[in-house]
C-alpha cells in the first residue's frame, strides 16, 4: 500500500499503462484501477512515474484479427488505422493525467524482444515516434524517456548495441527526452 510505501521512504514510483487492459471491446477506456492507484500514492505524497508498455504483447484483442490477416496475406502486420487507435489510446491517457504525471517512460526490453518475432523492432520505433508526437501536442511539458534494454544489451562488445541503433541509426534521439534503461 502507498502509506506504506511512504514509511519505507518511497519516493517514486513508477505506475504502468498498457494499452490491451485499459481499452475496451467498445473501444472505450477503463480508467478505473490507474486512477485508484495514482490517487493513493499521490496521496502519500509519493510521484509517478508513467511507464507506457509499447510491445505486441499488450495490444487489445480487437485489433489482432486485423493484425493476424495481414500476417497471413504476408504484409506488415500494423496498419495507419492501428498506429492512429494506439494514438487515440495515448492521447486519451496523456490528456488524463496531464499535471498529475509530468514523467513519462517506455518500457520493454526492445533488445530482447526484437527476436521474438520480425516485426517487433520496427513496431518499438514507430510505437515511440507516434507517442512523443502524441505527448508533446497534449501535454508539451512532460517528458519521455525510452529504449528499455536488458542487461544483455550492456555485456555486448560494443556496448549497448541495439539502444546506440535506436538512438543513432534510428532517430529515436529526435523522439525521446532521454534515455530509460530497464
Not at 500500500?1 to 517514486?12: D, I, K, S, V
Not at 505486441?56 to 504484409?75: D, F, G, S, V
Not at 524517456?145 to 541503433?165: A, E, F, K
Request: proline fraction near 3%; include cysteine.
Amino acid at each position: 500500500n502507498a502509506e506504506a510505501m511512504r514509511r519505507l521512504g518511497t519516493g517514486t514510483k513508477g505506475l504502468f499503462f498498457q494499452w490491451d487492459s485499459i481499452e475496451q471491446i467498445d473501444g472505450s477506456f477503463n480508467w478505473e484501477n490507474f486512477d485508484r492507484d495514482l490517487e493513493s500514492l499521490q496521496q502519500a505524497g509519493i510521484e509517478v512515474v508513467g511507464g507506457i508498455e509499447i510491445t505486441t504483447m499488450h495490444i487489445p484483442a480487437r485489433y489482432q484479427k486485423e493484425i493476424n490477416q495481414r500476417l497471413k496475406e504476408k504484409k506488415f502486420p500494423f496498419s495507419l488505422e492501428y498506429y492512429g487507435a494506439a494514438a487515440r489510446f495515448e492521447k486519451e491517457l496523456f490528456r488524463r493525467y496531464n499535471g498529475r504525471i509530468r514523467h513519462w517512460a517506455i518500457i520493454g526490453e526492445i533488445d530482447l524482444l526484437k527476436h521474438r518475432n520480425s516485426y517487433e523492432y520496427e513496431h518499438y520505433i514507430q510505437r515511440i515516434k507516434n507517442c512523443y508526437q502524441t505527448m508533446k501536442q497534449v501535454a508539451p511539458k512532460n517528458t519521455l524517456s525510452g529504449i528499455g534494454c536488458s542487461g544483455t544489451d550492456g555485456n555486448q562488445l560494443p556496448r549497448y548495441p541495439v539502444l546506440r541503433d535506436l538512438w543513432f541509426r534510428c532517430g529515436l534521439s529526435e523522439s525521446l527526452d532521454g534515455l530509460g534503461i530497464d
